[in-house]
């Protein structure tokens, strides 16, 4: 399992939708507690051997490297985050806007959920300081400065990027100034979780899957048809926003 695992070089995360899977068997795994000689359960047992069975479909998938930039009206940075209970994830598009808009993956990231069981929202809040991370590598990287745009479906996590907690809850403080150290809060929206697509890189593809997936490549189908103008933050309300946090911080 080890062998065939390291023999996957994804270092910019194009598949991060289908590794993720095996780091949560490798995670599955660990905490089972199992000796090399012990029999694996059947639920692990049936995943690994789904995945081993689709690997070659990796092999398959086409990313676009060259960025054509030079002639484009204007270019944009959308970056995604999300959680599930397994995984947190970020994921990184260009959009090119010339004659027509054309979006291009550009990377991803993807971590396990601890091994100690946390809350949702705060899962959500470490794929948004993921995604903060990664956006800081990839600017610094290619020395670009272009819009930016990063996406959230977590209420809970806006409020707390936009109105942090002043006390009381040091684990979303430490992360707040993270987060605003690498970013403007100006720059984080909302999104609906059916249009986010960091949420398959947190609830994982088999490879056959995330060959099948036309929009994790070439880029979500609403992203092409985005218009700044229109973007806003999700409104909260002041008793909204306390609602929020009330429950946030109980969890």
């Not at 060259?66 to 940075?77: D, F, G, L, S």
């Not at 929009?215 to 609602?243: C, M, Q, R, T, Y």
Request: aromatic fraction near 10%; charge should be neutral; glycine fraction near 4%.
């Amino acid at each position: 399992m080890l062998s065939i695992i390291a023999r996957i070089f994804d270092p910019l995360g194009f598949v991060s939708p289908s590794t993720i899977i095996l780091k949560i068997i490798l995670q599955d795994l660990w905490k089972a507690g199992l000796d090399w000689d012990d029999e694996i359960s059947p639920d692990i047992l049936n995943r690994w051997n789904r995945f081993q069975a689709e690997i070659s479909c990796l092999k398959q998938i086409k990313v676009t490297r060259y960025v054509q930039t030079q002639n484009a009206k204007h270019c944009e940075i959308h970056g995604f985050c999300d959680a599930s209970s397994k995984a947190y994830s970020a994921v990184i598009y260009l959009r090119v806007v010339s004659d027509s808009p054309h979006l291009f993956l550009m990377a991803s990231k993807t971590r396990v959920a601890p091994v100690q069981t946390i809350s949702l929202p705060k899962l959500e809040f470490c794929g948004a300081l993921l995604l903060a991370e990664l956006l800081d590598i990839f600017k610094k990287s290619l020395n670009i400065t272009h819009d930016t745009f990063l996406w959230c479906d977590s209420t809970i996590t806006l409020s707390w990027i936009n109105n942090p907690p002043v006390k009381g809850n040091q684990y979303v403080q430490h992360r707040v100034g993270k987060i605003h150290a690498l970013t403007s809060k100006e720059s984080w929206h909302h999104i609906p979780g059916k249009l986010n697509p960091a949420d398959w890189a947190t609830r994982g593809l088999y490879p056959k899957q995330l060959l099948e997936n036309s929009e994790w490549v070439a880029g979500p189908k609403w992203l092409h048809d985005f218009h700044s103008s229109s973007n806003s933050f999700i409104p909260f309300s002041e008793n909204l926003f306390h609602l929020f946090l009330l429950i946030s911080l109980n969890h």
